[in-house]
Antibody, heavy 123, light 107 residues
Framework: QEQLVQSGSELKKPGASVKISCKAS????????MNWVRQAPGQGLEWMGW????????TYAQGFTGRFVFSLDTSVSTAYLQISRLKAEDTAMYYC????????????????WGQGTLVTVSS | DIQMTQSPSSLSASVGDRVTITCRAS??????LAWYQQKPGKVPKLLIY???TLQSGVPSRFSGSGSGTDFTLTISSLQPEDVATYYC?????????FGPGTKVDIK
C-alpha cells in the first residue's frame, strides 16, 4: 500500500537549519506530486507548496519563500523539506502529503499523508 | 487568492445527532473540494473528495455536498469516534488552501 514515512522529531536553536525527509513506498514516486503542510501547535493546516517529482520544480505558497526549500532524491523515492534560519514561529508539525492524481497533477486531493515531523525551535 | 471559511468553528452534539459543517469559498471552485478529519494527535485523514465522493473505507454516515462556493459535510449519526477537527480544502488551483477547521465533540 502507498505509504509516506517521515524523519523523526527535531529540536533546533534559532538560526539553525533543519532538513526533513519523506520516504515514499508502494507507488511510482515520480508520477505523483508531493505537498508539504504545516500545522503550528493548536492551529490549523497550512499548505506550504508542492514539488513536481518528475521535474523537481517546486512551487511555494505565499509565506514560504526564501527560507523554505523542497527537494528530491528520486533514487530513494524521498522528498525533503529544508528550513533555514529557523525562528521560534517555525515550531510546528510538518507533513508531507501525496497528491492523488497521476502525471504530477497537483490539482488533486491529498492521500496519503506522512506521520508528521515535529520541529521545535528553542534556545 | 481564494479564501476558505468554515462554520461553525466548533460544535458540541449528542451521540446519534445529525451534524452539518459548512465550508465556503470566496470564489467558485466547481467541485474541487476535499474534506479531512483530524483526530487529536493524529494525522489528517481524507474523508471526501470531489465535494461528494466518499473515500474508500470511510463510514457511510459521512457525506458531502455542494459545488461552486458552498459546501457541506454531514455526519448523519454522530459517534464517539467522530470527535475530531474537520477541514475543507480547495484544490482547483494553487494555493490549495485549507479552511480554518471545525472542532466537533460530544455533548
Amino acid at each position: 500500500q502507498e505509504q509516506l514515512v517521515q524523519s523523526g522529531s527535531e529540536l533546533k536553536k534559532p538560526g539553525a537549519s533543519v532538513k526533513i525527509s519523506c520516504k515514499a513506498s508502494g507507488y511510482t514516486f515520480t508520477t505523483f506530486a508531493m505537498n508539504w503542510v504545516r500545522q503550528a501547535p493548536g492551529q490549523g493546516l497550512e499548505w506550504m507548496g508542492w514539488i513536481n517529482t518528475n521535474t523537481g520544480n517546486p512551487t511555494y505558497a505565499q509565506g514560504f519563500t526564501g527560507r523554505f526549500v523542497f527537494s528530491l532524491d528520486t533514487s530513494v523515492s524521498t522528498a525533503y523539506l529544508q528550513i533555514s534560519r529557523l525562528k521560534a514561529e517555525d515550531t510546528a508539525m510538518y507533513y508531507c502529503a501525496k497528491s492523488f492524481a497521476t502525471w504530477n497533477d497537483a490539482e488533486s486531493w491529498f492521500d496519503p499523508w506522512g506521520q508528521g515531523t515535529l520541529v521545535t525551535v528553542s534556545s | 487568492d481564494i479564501q476558505m471559511t468554515q462554520s461553525p468553528s466548533s460544535l458540541s452534539a449528542s451521540v446519534g445527532d445529525r451534524v452539518t459543517i459548512t465550508c465556503r469559498a470566496s470564489q467558485g471552485i466547481s467541485s474541487y473540494l476535499a474534506w479531512y478529519q483530524q483526530k487529536p494527535g493524529k494525522v489528517p485523514k481524507l474523508l471526501i473528495y470531489a465535494a461528494s465522493t466518499l473515500q474508500s473505507g470511510v463510514p457511510s454516515r459521512f457525506s458531502g455536498s455542494g459545488s461552486g462556493t458552498d459546501f457541506t459535510l454531514t455526519i448523519s449519526s454522530l459517534q464517539p469516534e467522530d470527535v475530531a477537527t474537520y477541514y475543507c480544502q480547495k484544490y482547483n488551483s494553487a494555493p490549495f488552501t485549507f479552511g480554518p477547521g471545525t472542532k466537533v465533540d460530544i455533548k
